[in-house]
């Protein structure tokens, strides 16, 4: 599976930007799919992730209620609308998929190579 995101750059505190993620070479509707990100001199984080069905999603609690992750399996794509954007959101932003696990751990089967998210004003 190849991941590609796409939808980064730069946005002031208080805005909006909205990932998306597809996906070739193979169908990714059995796969669990995350989002995570890394700031400068910080280890990679989990930001939220999606089941293969699209019945559950987790948060990471610094994300709750402004980000929303959304799947079109048909379209092979996975998308975050990021609202209410924070300085401290400022990360490389990284699409992942996995077959089996925890979709808050980072041991993900496949990344995409990511999208940098600045948000300054």
């Known amino acids: 599976v190849q991941l590609v995101e796409s939808g980064g750059g730069l946005v002031q505190p208080g805005g909006s930007l909205r990932l998306s993620c597809g996906a070739s070479?193979?169908?990714?509707?059995?796969?669990?799919m995350g989002w995570f990100r890394q700031a400068p001199g910080k280890k990679r984080e989990f930001v939220v992730a999606?089941?293969?069905?699209?019945?559950?999603?987790y948060y990471a609690e610094s994300v709750k209620g402004r980000f929303t992750i959304s799947r079109d399996n048909a379209k092979n794509t996975v998308s975050l609308q990021m609202n209410s954007l924070k300085p401290e959101d400022t990360a490389v932003y990284y699409c992942?998929?996995?077959?089996?696990?925890?979709?808050?751990?980072?041991?993900?089967?496949?990344w995409g190579q990511g999208t940098q998210v600045t948000v300054s004003s």
């Open positions: 070479g193979r169908t990714i509707s059995r796969y669990g």
């Open positions: 999606i089941t293969w069905s699209g019945d559950r999603t």
């Open positions: 992942a998929a996995r077959l089996q696990g925890l979709l808050y751990a980072d041991d993900y089967d496949y």
